[in-house]
């Protein structure tokens, strides 16, 4: 038990007044008593012959111990110094007053446990970031993918995909709090996660391969926007010039306008204050992938037939080789589509409780992953029943549809502003990752950690908080993603390799480990060895997936000129 005296002393032009403070605390308590310690009254004003007898003092009564209210905010060991100079340099009366390390203490009413604003996310602001997160540019290859590995392989590997996820995502969910599932320390982000249970060098190892992943996921959904954008000046060229004029058009343009809309974006501040894009952005992904499956159907019944074969396309169309080459690929773009493991401890972190985090999370993973699973099951198989082995890398701007051209005109328009969504969904936890290690080594930067509020007249909304290193590094960043995205626009080939490089570590590997140290499986047990088994059969798949995936990638530099591609 430790305890701290400080003294308040006070002199009056009437009397003289100290007070001492005796804080006591200790590491499962913390105890608050102010003591009363001395009073006296100074001698009275007027001439002792005038002044009225003074009546004898009564004895205060005894001062209990006082329970101080919660502590709002964590304390940690400083010295906060009160009465030094001013502003002017003139000095001030008052008093100095050091503070122990004192524990959080538990929720009220406007903070959780942790001391920080109170989290209002629930199962269904969760699914929308999830379902914003999966459903995005990866459901667009899917009947390519699909045509790929046949009728039999093809939503076999989809269905499989989607269980491994969902399966991996829960043991994850399981490790948003170290020790106790409701009362142990929260980790707020995916590296926490791993460093509280793995530890050591795997942190390093996960935060390259997790923030690398990030950004190819912004090249990514820059190339696909752009394609999109494209797709609609194209079907308007071809609606009002023919399906035989060729419509070209350079993708670079689309580019720099996409880039300049996700920097205004990229200024707010943290994940809790974009839900309201999220939700945005997960009706956009129903309204395009319901559209694609919609043209899909209606392809397969004009046809009168189903288009495909058992084992995919035949050879002949391609050589054996590129075939292999093709099947892995396709692997890759079944896992990028279920990619969003790295960012599920940044959503957990949203949710209130109770219920504890995680089993709000587990619901809101069952009911995101199955919702997207349906509808990659519908737009991967329609569109290969409509399209058979010629089935488009891109469904909705692979032009396999034409008409009703103001329809596939909406469904891009739609992927658009889904892609813009998404972008912000995946990039605040890259952008808050830096932000917090700037912080970090730079804490008396003013450049780094002040900001500036600016009123917002209207709608009665809180001032915006604008800080210089956020505006400048984020778009920087944009910047950066989209030149990338210009020198190396090949949808497919991306996305292949970031499903191969991200689904084994990200999604299957850490998880399994963190899941083992926080459940404290037994080395060679049956559950052991059975999740061993899983993470290496997936991490076989990944390389196929990789190299199908750069295989492509080698194949398509060949005819490429940078800045020069036109669609």
Same mark, same amino acid.
């Given at each position: 038990?430790?305890?701290?005296?400080?003294?308040?002393?006070?002199?009056?032009?009437?009397?003289?007044?100290?007070?001492?403070?005796?804080?006591?605390?200790?590491?499962?308590?913390?105890?608050?008593?102010?003591? $009363?310690?001395?009073?006296?009254?100074?001698? &009275? @004003?007027? #001439?002792?012959? *005038?002044?009225? =007898? !003074?009546? /004898? $003092?009564?004895?205060?009564?005894?001062?209990? &111990? @006082?329970? #101080?209210?919660? *502590?709002?905010? =964590? !304390?940690? /060991?400083?010295?906060?110094?009160?009465?030094?100079?001013?502003?002017?340099?003139?000095?001030?009366?008052?008093?100095?007053?050091?503070?122990?390390?004192?524990?959080?203490?538990?929720?009220?009413?406007?903070?959780?446990?942790?001391?920080?604003?109170?989290?209002?996310?629930?199962?269904?602001?969760?699914?929308?970031?999830?379902?914003?997160?999966?459903?995005?540019?990866?459901?667009?290859?899917?009947?390519?993918?699909?045509?790929?590995?046949?009728?039999?392989?093809?939503?076999?590997?989809?269905?499989?995909?989607?269980?491994?996820?969902?399966?991996?995502?829960?043991?994850?969910?399981?490790?948003?709090?170290?020790?106790?599932?409701?009362?142990?320390?929260?980790?707020?982000?995916?590296?926490?996660?791993?460093?509280?249970?793995?530890?050591?060098?795997?942190?390093?190892?996960?935060?390259?391969?997790?923030?690398?992943?990030?950004?190819?996921?912004?090249?990514?959904?820059?190339?696909?926007?752009?394609?999109?954008?494209?797709?609609?000046?194209?079907?308007?060229?071809?609606?009002?010039?023919?399906?035989?004029?060729?419509?070209?058009?350079?993708?670079?343009?689309?580019?720099?306008?996409?880039?300049?809309?996700?920097?205004?974006?990229?200024?707010?501040?943290?994940?809790?204050?974009?839900?309201?894009?999220?939700?945005?952005?997960?009706?956009?992904?129903?309204?395009?992938?319901?559209?694609?499956?919609?043209?899909?159907?209606?392809?397969?019944?004009?046809?009168?037939?189903?288009?495909?074969?058992?084992?995919?396309?035949?050879?002949?169309?391609?050589?054996?080789?590129?075939?292999?080459?093709?099947?892995?690929?396709?692997?890759?773009?079944?896992?990028?589509?279920?990619?969003?493991?790295?960012?599920?401890?940044?959503?957990?972190?949203?949710?209130?409780?109770?219920?504890?985090?995680?089993?709000?999370?587990?619901?809101?993973?069952?009911?995101?992953?199955?919702?997207?699973?349906?509808?990659?099951?519908?737009?991967?198989?329609?569109?290969?029943?409509?399209?058979?082995?010629?089935?488009?890398?891109?469904?909705?701007?692979?032009?396999?549809?034409?008409?009703?051209?103001?329809?596939?005109?909406?469904?891009?328009?739609?992927?658009?502003?889904?892609?813009?969504?998404?972008?912000?969904?995946?990039?605040?936890?890259?952008?808050?990752?830096?932000?917090?290690?700037?912080?970090?080594?730079?804490?008396?930067?003013?450049?780094?950690?002040?900001?500036?509020?600016?009123?917002?007249?209207?709608?009665?909304?809180?001032?915006?908080?604008?800080?210089?290193?956020?505006?400048?590094?984020?778009?920087?960043?944009?910047?950066?993603?989209?030149?990338?995205?210009?020198?190396?626009?090949?949808?497919?080939?991306?996305?292949?390799?970031?499903?191969?490089?991200?689904?084994?570590?990200?999604?299957?590997?850490?998880?399994?480990?963190?899941?083992?140290?926080?459940?404290?499986?037994?080395?060679?047990?049956?559950?052991?060895?059975?999740?061993?088994?899983?993470?290496?059969?997936?991490?076989?798949?990944?390389?196929?997936?990789?190299?199908?995936?750069?295989?492509?990638?080698?194949?398509?530099?060949?005819?490429?000129?940078?800045?020069?591609?036109?669609?």
């Amino acid at each position: 038990m430790d305890h701290h005296h400080y003294q308040l002393f006070y002199p009056t032009s009437t009397s003289r007044f100290s007070l001492t403070f005796i804080f006591s605390s200790s590491s499962t308590s913390q105890k608050y008593v102010v003591l $009363l310690r001395h009073l006296e009254l100074a001698p &009275p @004003l007027l #001439p002792l012959e *005038l002044a009225p =007898p !003074l009546p /004898p $003092l009564e004895p205060p009564p005894p001062i209990l &111990p @006082l329970e #101080p209210p919660p *502590l709002l905010f =964590p !304390l940690q /060991p400083t010295k906060f110094k009160m009465g030094a100079d001013n502003a002017a340099g003139k000095p001030q009366q008052g008093f100095e007053l050091a503070a122990g390390d004192f524990a959080s203490q538990g929720p009220s009413k406007c903070f959780d446990d942790d001391g920080r604003l109170k989290r209002s996310g629930n199962v269904w602001t969760a699914s929308a970031h999830i379902i914003t997160a999966v459903i995005g540019s990866g459901v667009l290859s899917l009947a390519w993918a699909t045509a790929q590995l046949g009728w039999i392989a093809g939503p076999t590997v989809l269905f499989l995909f989607s269980f491994v996820t969902y399966y991996t995502s829960c043991l994850l969910a399981a490790c948003y709090r170290s020790g106790d599932p409701v009362t142990g320390k929260r980790n707020y982000t995916y590296m926490e996660a791993v460093q509280s249970n793995l530890g050591g060098f795997q942190v390093k190892i996960c935060g390259f391969i997790q923030y690398f992943n990030l950004v190819g996921v912004a090249i990514g959904y820059t190339i696909a926007a752009s394609i999109s954008m494209i797709a609609v000046k194209r079907s308007t060229c071809f609606h009002e010039k023919g399906h035989d004029n060729p419509c070209g058009v350079s993708g670079t343009p689309y580019m720099v306008m996409f880039g300049v809309v996700e920097i205004f974006l990229s200024q707010i501040p943290d994940f809790d204050q974009i839900s309201w894009l999220s939700m945005v952005a997960a009706v956009m992904s129903f309204t395009y992938s319901t559209i694609g499956l919609g043209l899909g159907i209606s392809k397969v019944a004009e046809n009168r037939k189903i288009k495909g074969s058992l084992t995919g396309i035949s050879i002949g169309t391609v050589t054996q080789t590129e075939k292999i080459w093709q099947s892995f690929q396709a692997l890759g773009a079944i896992a990028f589509a279920y990619s969003y493991s790295l960012i599920l401890i940044e959503i957990q972190d949203t949710l209130k409780a109770p219920p504890s985090e995680h089993k709000t999370m587990k619901k809101a993973t069952l009911i995101s992953v199955a919702t997207t699973t349906i509808f990659y099951m519908f737009c991967g198989c329609f569109g290969y029943a409509a399209f058979g082995d010629s089935a488009p890398g891109n469904l909705l701007t692979g032009f396999g549809f034409y008409n009703p051209y103001w329809l596939l005109d909406i469904a891009n328009a739609a992927i658009v502003i889904h892609l813009v969504g998404a972008y912000q969904v995946y990039c605040q936890p890259l952008f808050a990752f830096v932000e917090n290690t700037a912080a970090k080594y730079f804490p008396e930067s003013k450049f780094i950690n002040n900001t500036i509020e600016i009123p917002i007249p209207i709608g009665g909304y809180q001032p915006y908080k604008l800080n210089f290193f956020r505006l400048i590094w984020r778009s920087i960043f944009v910047c950066l993603t989209t030149v990338i995205a210009m020198l190396m626009p090949f949808f497919n080939d991306v996305v292949g390799i970031l499903g191969a490089f991200g689904f084994w570590p990200l999604t299957v590997y850490f998880p399994v480990e963190m899941y083992i140290v926080q459940k404290k499986i037994p080395k060679w047990s049956t559950r052991w060895i059975s999740l061993q088994i899983l993470s290496a059969a997936c991490l076989i798949i990944s390389i196929c997936a990789a190299a199908g995936s750069f295989a492509g990638v080698v194949h398509d530099l060949k005819i490429y000129q940078p800045f020069k591609t036109m669609y």
